[in-house]
């Protein structure tokens, strides 16, 4: 029994360990940073006790079928752990994956805009035309903010919720531009719409090209991370194969593979992380 419980302790200890930063933050941040994690992953609607139940729910499923397939208490608790920090790793790929889509797409967003403005179109009217003409990834939100202003008649709030809704950097650069444009006027904006297409499709082009020559070194670390446990895993299946890890010793053993995988994946990431745009302006 002190085995299961070191083994359980040490499983806990590992997948924190072997979470990233992302993902730890959305299990013990504030409440308003998950809030921030859900919008970013295009989850507005998504409170984040679902997040933490959800986790809960994919531990407590990872823990019994483990159990049922290995016999083995701390085998068992490990893969419990590790299967309750799915949800927030998916999370965060899937936010990535959603800022990936929408960087290739504001250049075109920007330019719509520029394009209706030097056309004559009012601020609210340029908006709004891009839940028609815009990027698919962007129409929605802009769909949402021309219905709240046909309503509401408010460019302000409308703006507001439209920037909260979007959870983007450069989305919060072009909202507050023509937030400024529209409280003082002037008859740069057009200019300044273009010359920021040019800035964000320029960023874009050299950003897919270090992630397309990255990419196979990171799947290559990620699959060495992995590969351990995997194999874990499949011992799991063959009775008695797992008997050894219900020991103080078995326990300290998978502590120590943990810590060896941690601090590989902890320094891949820190290799191949790129420069994230940081919303100073939400």
């Known amino acids: 029994m002190s085995g299961a419980l070191v083994g359980l302790l040490l499983g806990m200890g590992l997948v924190l360990?072997?979470?990233?930063?992302?993902a730890r933050a959305s299990r013990t941040a504030r409440p308003g940073a998950v809030r921030r994690r859900l919008d970013a992953a295009g989850l507005p609607d998504v409170a984040p006790v679902r997040l933490v139940l959800t986790c809960a729910g994919a531990g407590?499923?990872?823990?019994v079928l483990m159990l049922v397939v290995s016999g083995s208490?701390?085998?068992?608790?490990?893969?419990?752990?590790?299967?309750?920090?799915?949800?927030?790793l998916a999370l965060g790929r899937r936010a990535s994956a959603r800022r990936?889509?929408?960087?290739?797409?504001?250049p075109d967003a920007v330019d719509d805009l520029a394009s209706a403005v030097r056309a004559g179109m009012s601020l609210p009217e340029a908006v709004s035309a891009l839940a028609e003409r815009g990027p698919s990834a962007l129409r929605p939100a802009f769909a949402r903010f021309a219905a709240e202003h046909r309503v509401t008649g408010a460019f302000g709030p409308s703006l507001d919720h439209l920037k909260a809704e979007l959870a983007?950097?450069?989305?919060?650069?072009?909202?507050e531009a023509l937030r400024l444009a529209r409280e003082v006027g002037g008859t740069e904006?057009?200019?300044l719409l273009r010359t920021l297409s040019a800035v964000l499709r320029e960023d874009a082009r050299t950003r897919a090209e270090l992630e397309a020559r990255q990419a196979?070194?990171?799947?290559?670390?990620?699959?060495?991370?992995a590969a351990p446990w995997a194999t874990l895993a499949l011992l799991s299946m063959r009775p008695g194969a797992v008997s050894a890890y219900d020991s103080a010793a078995g326990a300290l053993v998978l502590a120590i593979a943990g810590?060896?995988?941690?601090?590989a994946y902890v320094v891949m990431r820190r290799i191949g992380r790129l420069p994230v745009d940081e919303r100073v302006l939400a």
């Open 60 to 63: 407590a499923a990872g823990l």
């Open 189 to 191: 904006l057009g200019r």
């Open 259 to 263: 810590v060896l995988s941690a601090v």
């Open 216 to 225: 196979w070194a990171v799947n290559a670390a990620r699959l060495a991370v």
């Open 168 to 175: 983007d950097p450069v989305g919060d650069r072009v909202i």
């Open 17 to 22: 360990v072997l979470l990233p930063p992302s």
């Open 100 to 106: 990936r889509a929408r960087t290739g797409v504001w």
């Open 73 to 88: 208490v701390v085998v068992a608790s490990t893969f419990g752990v590790l299967a309750s920090a799915l949800p927030a």
